[in-house]
């Protein structure tokens, strides 16, 4: 489903300056947000979606973005008060953005990614392609998202095995190549190990930044 996005100036420099720091695009940051927040905020008043766009903002604040099916599904229990899709959603949007500002990580300017290579089970390869096709979510991004935002476990972390490794590329800012490797080095894993386990963690439970 094609959805246009459109934000307050403030709101909108809010969503760049997130994408900035995790060296992802803007597109990416919104999806990210549509599949974590789903849930939090699924009873918002009609009053707090209706936005006071003026058109100077709209024109230059908008982003038209295909999101998945599936995710779109997953709204049908809000209260959409017959908004059109585009109206709900930049409602929803800005609504997450302001609730949120502070908890996000951000940066002026963009984080370039490099590329790196890891091998992967393929059991997991297949669970980041379904998880992409439902979400439009790519690997790259969860990973930059659970290294950034995702607490370290007390205790004893879940036990990990390989079964079918093969090499799998991703694209990741120096800042979470680091954190990666330092979380590696605390969970006394390998970073794959820790990327295999950080992909389960982020679908059984939405990781959110500030904690579970």
Same mark, same amino acid.
């Given at each position: 489903?094609?959805?246009?996005?459109?934000?307050?100036?403030?709101? @909108? $420099? #809010?969503?760049?300056?997130?994408?900035?720091?995790?060296?992802?695009?803007?597109?990416?940051?919104?999806?990210?947000?549509? =599949?974590? =927040?789903?849930?939090?905020?699924? %009873?918002?008043?009609?009053? #707090?979606? $209706?936005?006071?766009?003026?058109?100077?903002?709209?024109?230059?604040?908008?982003? $038209?973005?295909?999101?998945?099916?599936?995710?779109?599904?997953? +709204?049908?229990?809000?209260?959409? +008060?017959?908004?059109?899709?585009?109206? =709900?959603?930049?409602?929803?949007?800005?609504?997450?953005?302001?609730?949120?500002?502070?908890?996000?990580?951000?940066?002026?300017?963009?984080? #370039?990614?490099?590329?790196?290579?890891?091998?992967? %089970?393929?059991?997991?390869?297949?669970?980041?392609?379904?998880?992409?096709?439902?979400?439009?979510?790519?690997?790259?991004?969860?990973?930059? @998202? @659970?290294?950034? @935002?995702?607490?370290?476990?007390?205790?004893?972390?879940?036990? +990990?095995?390989?079964?079918?490794?093969?090499?799998?590329?991703? *694209?990741?800012?120096?800042?979470?190549? =680091?954190?990666?490797? #330092? *979380?590696?080095?605390?969970?006394?894993?390998?970073?794959? $190990?820790?990327?295999?386990?950080?992909?389960?963690?982020?679908?059984?439970?939405?990781?959110?930044?500030?904690? +579970?």
């Amino acid at each position: 489903m094609k959805i246009t996005f459109s934000f307050t100036d403030a709101h @909108y $420099q #809010e969503l760049v300056e997130r994408a900035h720091f995790m060296g992802v695009s803007r597109t990416a940051v919104i999806l990210l947000h549509l =599949y974590l =927040y789903e849930g939090i905020f699924s %009873d918002l008043s009609l009053e #707090e979606l $209706q936005l006071d766009l003026n058109p100077c903002e709209v024109a230059r604040n908008s982003i $038209q973005v295909l999101v998945p099916d599936p995710l779109v599904s997953k +709204y049908q229990h809000h209260k959409t +008060y017959f908004l059109s899709g585009s109206a =709900y959603f930049t409602g929803f949007l800005n609504v997450v953005i302001e609730k949120t500002t502070g908890l996000w990580h951000t940066r002026p300017t963009l984080q #370039e990614r490099t590329p790196t290579t890891l091998s992967l %089970d393929q059991r997991i390869i297949d669970q980041v392609e379904d998880f992409s096709k439902e979400t439009g979510l790519q690997f790259s991004v969860i990973a930059a @998202y @659970y290294v950034t @935002y995702a607490p370290l476990p007390l205790g004893t972390p879940r036990s +990990y095995e390989a079964t079918d490794k093969v090499q799998f590329g991703l *694209r990741l800012t120096d800042r979470a190549h =680091y954190q990666l490797k #330092e *979380r590696a080095i605390r969970k006394k894993m390998k970073p794959n $190990q820790v990327l295999s386990l950080g992909f389960q963690d982020f679908m059984d439970k939405k990781i959110l930044p500030g904690g +579970y």
